[in-house]
């Protein structure tokens, strides 16, 4: 497709469910980042794919959180057991990078995001 | 950059007025980038400028300009002549430039923009 696109646009869940959030890169872009946004703030970085590989995920805020991208391409974020403080708005960003291990400073084009309510 | 602040949470302005936006970083690195994103009420990230630390001159982009100053550690991004569909929310970001990490991204807080008609 043209963009990174996500879906669902919006998600609305019971504390305790778990949810599965999509993110469909651009087409080729190696580099694939989740970042969560809480109103009011700016994002913040949760993990980072380079290919299947996930290289980072440092910013994951508990092992309730996991994200995949088994085949290098759509990746999906799980949330297990949500909290309310999960709440917030989860946008993926795709960018090219030429080589494995090469530092890109490639723009990140993102998707516009899922609003996830947790009651 | 380590550390972005943004520290205009909201500026309101009425149509055809020039509106700056500031962007303060903290980095420790020698060579850095610094992006700019505009979030409209539909809340897409949508891209506007990336700036390397090494370019001389600053950007023009229609009614978009930036202004990049080593000294005071500042990208800042004015708007001239806004218009209502200037109102969003305005990120300054920057990657991290650890090979590990990818680049990653540190935003700002955001400066909310608001044109009047």
């Known amino acids: 497709g043209a963009g990174v696109s996500q879906s669902p646009r919006y998600k609305v869940a019971k504390r305790g469910q778990d949810v599965a959030l999509r993110c469909d890169p651009i087409?080729?872009?190696?580099?694939l980042f989740w970042y969560q946004q809480a109103l009011g703030q700016g994002p913040e970085f949760l993990t980072y794919?380079?290919?299947?590989?996930?290289?980072?995920k440092s910013g994951l805020p508990s092992d309730r959180f996991f994200a995949e991208r088994p085949e290098g391409s759509v990746s999906t974020l799980k949330i297990q057991r949500t909290q309310q403080e999960d709440s917030a708005v989860y946008l993926c960003?795709?960018?090219?990078?030429?080589?494995?291990?090469?530092?890109?400073?490639?723009?990140?084009?993102f998707g516009p995001g899922t609003r996830l309510t947790v009651l | 950059a380590q550390k972005v602040t943004q520290a205009q949470t909201e500026i309101s302005v009425v149509e055809k007025e020039d509106v700056t936006l500031d962007c303060v970083y903290e980095?420790?690195?020698?060579?850095?980038?610094l992006f700019w994103y505009k979030q409209p009420p539909s809340g897409e990230l949508v891209f506007l400028i990336r700036?390397?630390?090494?370019?001389?001159q600053n950007e023009i982009s229609g009614r978009y300009s930036w202004n990049f100053q080593k000294s005071t550690s500042s990208f800042n991004f004015t708007i001239t002549a806004s218009q209502v569909v200037d109102s969003a929310v305005y990120f300054c970001?920057?990657?991290?430039?650890?090979?590990?990490?990818?680049?990653?991204?540190?935003f700002g807080g955001g400066t909310r923009v608001l044109v009047k008609p």
């Open positions: 700036r390397n630390s090494f370019d001389e």
């Open positions: 980095t420790r690195d020698t060579t850095y980038y």
């Open positions: 087409s080729g872009h190696v580099s």
């Open positions: 960003a795709s960018s090219s990078r030429s080589r494995l291990g090469y530092i890109s400073t490639d723009t990140q084009y």
């Open positions: 970001a920057s990657p991290s430039l650890i090979k590990a990490a990818g680049n990653k991204l540190t």
């Open positions: 794919f380079q290919n299947e590989a996930q290289l980072d």
